[in-house]
């Protein structure tokens, strides 16, 4: 088992950047893939990035491409989400949650979560 903390959440402007982090604790972290999930209120919990267990395939949802980046240091047992050109489109809870399966897309693949982090973007 492994449990999941996330922080870095905020109050930003538009245009603005924040780093979310996750840091594990309990079994290997290098044994799961990471993901980052978003939930607006009312809506779907969705994924925004992915990162395999070495950090080499990463996966990006469509609204995250070229603004956020997902990265990992598995000796700090922690996955990192930086967050640039904020809209407040992206105003949500995020979530970091980790997979011991060979997909990661959905929340159905996670085995693990967080408690969830609020990122509110004014504009």
């Known amino acids: 088992q492994v449990q999941l903390v996330e922080s870095g959440g905020g109050l930003v402007q538009a245009g603005g950047s924040l780093r979310l982090s996750c840091a594990a604790s309990?079994?290997?972290?290098?044994?799961?893939?990471m993901g980052w999930f978003r939930q607006a209120p009312g809506k779907e919990r969705n994924i925004v990035a992915a990162i395999s267990r070495s950090g080499g395939a990463i996966y990006y949802a469509d609204s995250a491409k070229g603004r956020f980046t997902i990265s990992r240091d598995n000796a700090k047992k922690t996955v990192y989400l930086q967050m640039n050109s904020l809209k407040p489109e992206d105003t949500a809870v995020y979530y970091c949650?980790?997979?011991?399966?060979?997909?990661?897309?959905?929340?159905?693949?996670?085995?693990?979560w967080g408690q969830g982090t609020q990122v509110t973007v004014s504009s």
């Open positions: 309990g079994r290997t972290f290098s044994n799961y893939a």
């Open positions: 949650a980790a997979s011991t399966g060979l997909t990661v897309i959905t929340t159905d693949d996670y085995d693990y």
